[in-house]
């Protein structure tokens, strides 16, 4: 059962998405999200980044429309900047639904919002088997034996679901396909549905190949 209701700051932007168990750095320089910042450094030191979907580019500066799940993120590092910017250090701690956008006197957004469980393996096998395929499709994606994110993934002490949400945090998919993976109602679902993508990219790269090759031959592609 998700935990009770709560308001929190949302910081939406076009491009990001946390996932629980993951840092991600954040340079503050929107003057209302300086606000946002140093608020939270006096309370909580909670911010829920949020996705911005549609044509939100219009409404930037007001309230465009943002994805209802996010992630709740925890400041664990700060550094002021002498022009009143921040670099800051978010910790994701869970995912959260919006339940209601909360107006008030604060020019960041606000939501009450329902904080989930921890999404956690209900049997380590299967999610084992789907962390293997997972592990397939990334090293045919992306094929570099070198690669940071290859190593990383390789480790065998880090627990199902920060290996999980690295994947989904990490590989180059875009963000509304992340924002899919965010919204799995259990990890063993967000695995599935990222095995789903990896797939479509591998087979993206091998109809990409056949079609070089086939040009250089003198082929038609397929």
């Not at 491009?15 to 006096?42: C, G, S, W």
């Not at 800051?88 to 209601?100: A, M, N, P």
């Not at 990222?194 to 038609?220: C, H, M, N, P, T």
């Amino acid at each position: 059962m998700s935990e009770p209701a709560s308001v929190i700051p949302v910081f939406p932007l076009p491009n990001v998405v946390l996932f629980p168990k993951l840092q991600l750095p954040l340079h503050i320089f929107e003057p209302r999200y300086r606000q946002m910042v140093r608020d939270a450094l006096t309370q909580r030191r909670l911010i829920g980044m949020a996705l911005l979907r549609g044509d939100w580019e219009k409404h930037y500066y007001a309230n465009p429309d943002i994805y209802g799940v996010g992630c709740l993120g925890k400041i664990v590092g700060v550094t002021p900047l002498a022009d009143g910017r921040y670099n800051i250090l978010l910790h994701g701690l869970t995912e959260y639904e919006i339940e209601e956008e909360v107006p008030g006197a604060t020019p960041y957004r606000q939501a009450r919002v329902a904080l989930r469980d921890d999404l956690a393996a209900v049997e380590a096998s299967p999610i084992a088997t789907l962390q293997r395929e997972i592990l397939e499709l990334a090293r045919e994606t992306i094929q570099e034996d070198d690669s940071p994110l290859l190593k990383m993934l390789a480790d065998s002490s880090m627990d199902a679901a920060t290996w999980v949400n690295l994947c989904c945090f990490s590989f180059d998919i875009s963000p509304v396909e992340k924002q899919s993976l965010l919204e799995a109602k259990s990890l063993q679902e967000r695995a599935v549905r990222l095995i789903d993508v990896l797939r479509f990219r591998a087979a993206e790269r091998r109809i990409a190949v056949d079609a070089f090759q086939g040009s250089k031959e003198g082929k038609l592609p397929h």
